[in-house]
């Protein structure tokens, strides 16, 4: 089986000797090496890590193939302490959101979707934005880069987890979604990457200048929002519409310096 052919769902049923080979493969063709592969588990079944060092930076394989991206809001069902989250302070806040959960989750979260992905290699760390954003595609391709495509960024972030978060539907209590700490959104996960771990700081731009992912720069946190809403920008599918149009407006212009950009390799 070569590259092309290393689908999601055949990489997490491979054992971990082929998964292994099929990581080195991947190194080779980047021009970088195997730092190591491990496997860990996850909802749904366990998740092999391959973790790939190029031109001093890591990278982590996300196998593509047909998968499932977004969030099914119907389906969804609200923890208690996530409706009263939203009831007592969101919707008492006077900030304006629609009364029905449902109806505000669906306005910042992509809809389920079937999609067809290659498999690529991501960097396991984003980079802060060195140019105006206009400018990123051009300087990553000079270095055999691209920026990842929505799509691709959800299945990264979720590795086939349909949940809300890529841990699960919940969020930690007691634990706030910036700042140093313990906590679910602090650790690698399923692919080796690390994203979406603070509000402020883990914003990342796409190929679509319209989806942001990873981060909302901190908006509901200081608008005192609530705490389901405060977390809700670290949710695999929050694409944070109303983040992006910032950033492409002129009050956005002199904050780009605070968003991230990840790297990918294509292997095809």
């Known amino acids: 089986m070569s590259l092309a052919d290393l689908t999601f769902a055949r990489w997490s049923a491979l054992d971990a000797a082929t998964a292994t080979r099929h990581a080195d493969e991947a190194a080779r063709l980047a021009g970088g090496r195997l730092l190591g592969l ?123 987890a349909r949940t809300l978060f890529r841990w699960g539907d919940g969020h930690p209590a007691g634990t706030l979604p910036y700042g140093p700490g313990a906590g679910p959104h602090q650790l690698p996960n399923a692919f080796g990457l690390h994203l979406a771990y603070d509000v402020y700081d883990s914003a990342e731009m796409t190929s679509d200048p319209g989806s942001v992912y990873g981060g909302d720069g901190g908006e509901a946190v200081c608008g005192g929002y609530g705490s389901l809403l405060e977390w809700l920008p670290l949710a695999t599918a929050n694409h944070n519409p109303a983040t992006a149009e910032f950033l492409g407006g002129p009050e956005g212009e002199d904050t780009f310096e605070d968003f991230l950009v990840r790297p990918v390799i294509e292997l095809g």
């Open 38 to 160: 491990d496997t860990c588990p996850y909802p749904g079944g366990d998740r092999h890590r391959a973790v790939i060092e190029r031109a001093g930076e890591r990278y982590a394989l996300v196998p593509g193939g047909e998968v499932t991206v977004g969030f099914d809001v119907d389906a969804w069902q609200p923890l208690p302490e996530q409706l009263a989250s939203y009831r007592e302070e969101s919707l008492a806040g006077g900030f304006g959101f629609d009364t029905d959960l449902r109806a505000h989750l669906a306005q910042v979260m992509t809809p389920p979707r079937t999609v067809t992905l290659p498999t690529v290699l991501m960097a396991v760390e984003p980079r802060k934005l060195p140019e105006v954003p206009a400018l990123i595609p051009a300087l990553l391709a000079g270095q055999g880069l691209r920026m990842p495509h929505p799509d691709e960024w959800e299945h990264a972030c979720g590795a086939g």
